[in-house]
């Protein structure tokens, strides 16, 4: 059972989804207002030649059904994830038999908007598999068939514009209406089909990317674990000579010795939690104000600047690693808080969680030294302009963001400071 939502339906739905079924479903919907639009044009202007005026009623209720049924396929479509095919065949059939209810009610095979069904063969050929676009061609011919047993003539001869006139500008409306409809239908396909093909080429360097970070995560954690016994062994050494000798030439020697010992096993540390492969860690499906919350009060304890936090997120759910992510946010926040200690400055860190369509955003806002000239190397491994930074913190962070189809990237201000961008996309929706 699919799992509903609370947004209300769009009227014009927007091309958003990956899932074939449902973008095909848009379409039709989009097609469908223009179609309902047409026909309440063409109703205002038909009554005269109607064989009895009391048939305006059952002409505004199909309408009215094709409204409906276009109201219910919104629902449907902010609803499930995917779309079936037979949905598809149900939602053409209905829009075949509207047509039929017209023509059947206004001139049968003698209307020149029996055109139209083309429309509807040419989407189905489109959209369905042979057999489904089969059936719906069948459904097709059938309805064409039956305006040849029985229908209700118009009287072309009762209106002003003249029967001829009429005749006429009936065939070039149908042939305007069915290139238009056509032409639009091909065009969005096209255009759907270059925004799939670009889906398929991010997803695929994303993959890729990956690949790489594993690959290195798994090597850099091979090398963490046979260096960590070593640099145990030389810390203990390290801290027998300094009892041995305790004169001050020694002892500030052996402080800086021990300095960057300390700075190997932080390398190390980072190297095993993470190695470049956050992604490998189990993956949980939480709100992405929720995980950055939790952050930022484990970051809170452990420093003096402050931080507002805004979460207009509306609730976006996100599928990441949740340690790794919320180290990573760790790391970031203290690369901001770093930035402003450079200066001096001890405002506090703006975190800003939004929601923008798919994709939910995580902002941190520092009033800091600004970005380095090689900024294009952030984010490289080893890469730091700190001096005791190990380079690991942006990389770790990004391979989360990658693992989750979002990125990081960082933008300077013109009145100084940087904002880091570090987005996720949100977590697909299950069915059950």
Request: charged residues 20%; hydrophobic residues 45%.
């Given at each position: 059972?699919?799992?509903?939502?609370?947004?209300?339906?769009?009227?014009?739905?927007?091309?958003?989804?990956?899932?074939?079924?449902?973008?095909?479903?848009?379409?039709?919907v989009?097609?469908?207002?223009?179609?309902?639009?047409?026909?309440?044009?063409?109703?205002?202007?038909?009554?005269?030649?109607?064989?009895?005026?009391?048939?305006?009623?059952?002409?505004?209720c199909v309408?009215?059904?094709?409204?409906?049924?276009?109201?219910?396929?919104?629902?449907?479509?902010?609803?499930?994830?995917?779309?079936?095919?037979?949905?598809l065949?149900?939602?053409?059939?209905?829009?075949?038999?509207?047509?039929?209810?017209?023509?059947?009610?206004?001139?049968?095979?003698?209307?020149?908007?029996?055109?139209?069904?083309?429309?509807?063969?040419?989407?189905?050929?489109?959209?369905?598999?042979?057999?489904?676009?089969?059936?719906?061609?069948?459904?097709?011919?059938?309805?064409?068939?039956?305006?040849?047993?029985?229908?209700?003539?118009?009287?072309?001869?009762?209106?002003?514009?003249?029967?001829?006139?009429?005749?006429?500008?009936?065939?070039?409306?149908?042939?305007?209406?069915?290139?238009?409809?056509?032409?639009?239908?091909?065009?969005?396909?096209?255009?759907?089909?270059?925004?799939?093909?670009?889906?398929?080429?991010?997803?695929?360097?994303?993959?890729?990317?990956?690949?790489?970070?594993?690959?290195?995560?798994?090597?850099?954690?091979?090398?963490?674990?046979?260096?960590?016994?070593?640099?145990?062994?030389?810390?203990?050494?390290?801290?027998?000579?300094?009892?041995?000798?305790?004169?001050?030439?020694?002892?500030?020697?052996?402080?800086?010795?021990?300095?960057?010992?300390?700075?190997?096993?932080?390398?190390?540390?980072?190297?095993?939690?993470?190695?470049?492969?956050?992604?490998?860690?189990?993956?949980?499906?939480?709100?992405?104000?929720?995980?950055?919350?939790?952050?930022?009060?484990?970051?809170?304890?452990?420093?003096?600047?402050?931080?507002?936090?805004s979460?207009?997120?509306?609730?976006?759910?996100?599928?990441?690693?949740?340690?790794?992510?919320?180290?990573?946010?760790?790391?970031?926040?203290?690369?901001?808080?770093?930035?402003?200690?450079?200066?001096?400055?001890?405002?506090?860190?703006?975190?800003?969680?939004?929601?923008?369509?798919?994709?939910?955003?995580?902002?941190?806002s520092?009033?800091?030294?600004?970005?380095?000239?090689?900024i294009?190397?952030?984010?490289?491994?080893?890469?730091?302009?700190?001096?005791?930074?190990?380079?690991?913190?942006?990389?770790?962070?990004r391979?989360?963001?990658?693992?989750?189809?979002?990125?990081?990237?960082?933008?300077?201000?013109?009145e100084?400071?940087?904002?880091?961008?570090?987005?996720?996309?949100?977590?697909t929706r299950?069915?059950?």
């Open positions: 059972m699919s799992v509903p939502t609370d947004k209300h339906p769009s009227f014009w739905p927007a091309i958003t989804s990956t899932d074939e079924g449902s973008i095909w479903l848009r379409w039709i989009r097609l469908r207002w223009v179609a309902i639009f047409a026909q309440i044009i063409t109703l205002s202007f038909s009554f005269p030649v109607l064989s009895t005026e009391l048939l305006v009623l059952p002409l505004l309408v009215g059904l094709l409204i409906l049924a276009n109201y219910r396929a919104l629902r449907s479509l902010n609803q499930v994830d995917s779309v079936q095919e037979d949905v065949l149900v939602q053409l059939a209905i829009d075949v038999f509207a047509l039929t209810g017209f023509f059947l009610l206004g001139g049968g095979p003698e209307n020149p908007f029996t055109i139209l069904y083309m429309i509807h063969v040419a989407m189905a050929a489109v959209m369905l598999r042979t057999r489904l676009a089969s059936a719906l061609i069948v459904i097709v011919m059938g309805c064409y068939g039956l305006l040849h047993v029985k229908y209700l003539p118009l009287h072309l001869e009762n209106h002003s514009f003249g029967e001829n006139n009429l005749i006429t500008l009936g065939r070039v409306l149908s042939f305007m209406i069915a290139a238009t409809s056509v032409g639009v239908f091909v065009a969005g396909l096209a255009s759907s089909q270059r925004r799939r093909s670009r889906q398929l080429l991010d997803a695929r360097d994303r993959t890729a990317r990956i690949d790489r970070l594993r690959s290195v995560g798994t090597l850099a954690a091979g090398a963490a674990h046979e260096l960590n016994t070593p640099l145990s062994t030389i810390g203990l050494r390290i801290r027998r000579i300094s009892r041995r000798h305790e004169d001050a030439e020694t002892a500030k020697d052996l402080q800086v010795v021990m300095g960057q010992l300390e700075r190997c096993k932080r390398v190390v540390d980072q190297l095993l939690f993470g190695a470049g492969d956050p992604s490998a860690s189990g993956l949980e499906r939480r709100a992405l104000g929720a995980l950055v919350k939790e952050g930022v009060d484990l970051w809170s304890k452990g420093t003096t600047v402050g931080a507002t936090f979460d207009e997120s509306d609730g976006i759910e996100v599928e990441v690693p949740r340690v790794a992510f919320i180290q990573a946010l760790i790391n970031l926040l203290e690369n901001a808080r770093e930035a402003q200690e450079e200066i001096n400055n001890a405002t506090p860190l703006g975190i800003l969680i939004i929601r923008d369509d798919m994709k939910g955003t995580v902002i941190i520092d009033h800091g030294c600004g970005l380095p000239e090689q294009d190397r952030v984010g490289e491994p080893f890469f730091t302009t700190k001096k005791a930074g190990t380079g690991l913190g942006v990389f770790v962070a391979a989360v963001a990658d693992g989750a189809g979002g990125g990081l990237s960082y933008e300077g201000r013109p100084g400071g940087t904002d880091t961008h570090w987005w996720f996309n949100e977590a299950r069915t059950a």
